[in-house]
């Protein structure tokens, strides 16, 4: 395993941040880490990377303790923060070749990476640029080239598409996919469809505690789909007999005469169905909206405070 967390707490004071969480991380596997603000994603990913020291447990990263060969761990490890540490004053070329020096790169090898990670991250048009006059969205891109630079056997990504536009966070994504392909990464986001788009498994924890650990297939294959279907109100009630017959296992809730709640399995083609019948009954949609998916509704189930 590229990385193994085996009985991980924390403590700050008397609150418990991180209680006794195992996983572990094979090569060429994407892990999504999930939880709510406090969780302890944050703190699970600083232990990691040996920012702090956890007070009881054990990380390994290639096989190497964190606290016994701190430093050959670090060398094999690239992170980015949640808060993006950056010298500002510095420019953009100046900063990773800074950064590519302190993980032992020099010379044409670390030119050469260095236009790889210009290239692969978008930094081109910002290149001879100071950090201090970049967008959030390109000072997100030069974290990011900092932690692939040296290209870590393990990297740990804290919400990296903060600030990022939709058109560059599919350029990141893509990255992420792709870097993932070969090397162990973990990546935390609060946005479970990124999650559920690039991992391949995912972990959640609840104050401090695992709560889930499920490969993504597999919660896709099990998910439904919710529908919420408005219909304009006509002289007649949109008739669901059609639609129950086309799909078994359907579950229909009529909220009122133009409410109409659908739930079925998620590979259904459930959408599109509704649109043909609304069309042959001749009842006009005002609106029709997916909701909650599968694991919106697994995370929500194992994280949810009790009243």
């Known amino acids: 395993m590229s990385l193994k967390i085996e009985s991980v707490s924390k403590n700050y004071g008397s609150q418990k941040a991180l209680d006794g969480i195992s996983f572990s991380v094979k090569p060429g596997e994407i892990l999504g880490f999930l939880g709510p603000n406090g969780a302890g994603k944050s703190t699970t990913m600083k232990i990691i990377t040996g920012l702090i020291q956890a007070d009881g447990g054990k990380v390994e990263i290639c096989g190497l303790d964190i606290l016994a060969s701190?430093?050959?761990?670090?060398?094999?490890t690239g992170y980015?923060?949640?808060?993006?540490?950056?010298?500002?004053?510095?420019?953009?070329?100046?900063?990773?070749e800074f950064m590519g020096?302190?993980?032992?790169?020099?010379?044409?090898?670390?030119k050469?990476?260095?236009?790889?990670?210009?290239?692969?991250?978008?930094?081109?048009?910002?290149?001879?640029?100071?950090?201090?006059?970049?967008s959030k969205g390109y000072k997100q891109r030069v974290g990011l080239a900092q932690a692939m630079l040296h290209e870590p056997e393990v990297l740990?990504?804290?919400?990296?598409?903060?600030?990022?536009?939709?058109?560059q966070m599919l350029e990141i994504r893509h990255l992420i996919r792709k870097y993932g392909k070969e090397k162990t990464l973990i990546f935390s986001s609060h946005i479970l469809p990124e999650v559920q788009a690039i991992a391949d498994r995912i972990v959640i924890i609840h104050q401090g505690k695992l709560v889930a650990d499920r490969r993504v297939k597999e919660e896709s294959d099990a998910q439904e789909i919710l529908v919420?279907?408005?219909?304009?109100?006509?002289?007649?009630?949109?008739?669901?007999?059609?639609?129950?017959t086309a799909f078994p296992d359907l579950l229909v809730q009529k909220e009122s005469e133009s409410?109409?709640?659908?739930?079925?399995?998620?590979?259904?083609?459930?959408?599109?169905?509704?649109?043909?019948?609304?069309?042959?009954?001749?009842?006009?949609?005002?609106?029709?909206?997916?909701?909650?998916?599968?694991?919106?509704?697994?995370?929500?189930?194992?994280?949810?405070?009790?009243?």
């Open 156 to 167: 740990i990504l804290d919400e990296p598409t903060s600030g990022l536009d939709p058109n």
């Open 228 to 244: 919420r279907v408005e219909f304009e109100v006509v002289n007649k009630s949109f008739d669901t007999s059609a639609l129950k």
């Open 112 to 134: 050469d990476r260095i236009e790889v990670m210009i290239a692969s991250t978008g930094l081109t048009p910002e290149r001879h640029k100071k950090i201090g006059a970049l």
């Open 259 to 307: 409410l109409f709640v659908f739930k079925g399995a998620a590979d259904a083609e459930l959408r599109k169905a509704i649109y043909a019948e609304s069309v042959h009954q001749d009842i006009p949609i005002l609106s029709l909206r997916k909701e909650q998916s599968g694991l919106e509704e697994l995370f929500v189930s194992l994280t949810k405070e009790k009243a």
């Open 80 to 96: 980015l923060a949640e808060q993006n540490p950056l010298y500002p004053d510095m420019y953009v070329l100046e900063f990773l």
């Open 70 to 76: 701190p430093l050959e761990a670090k060398r094999k």
């Open 101 to 110: 020096r302190l993980n032992g790169l020099k010379g044409k090898s670390l």
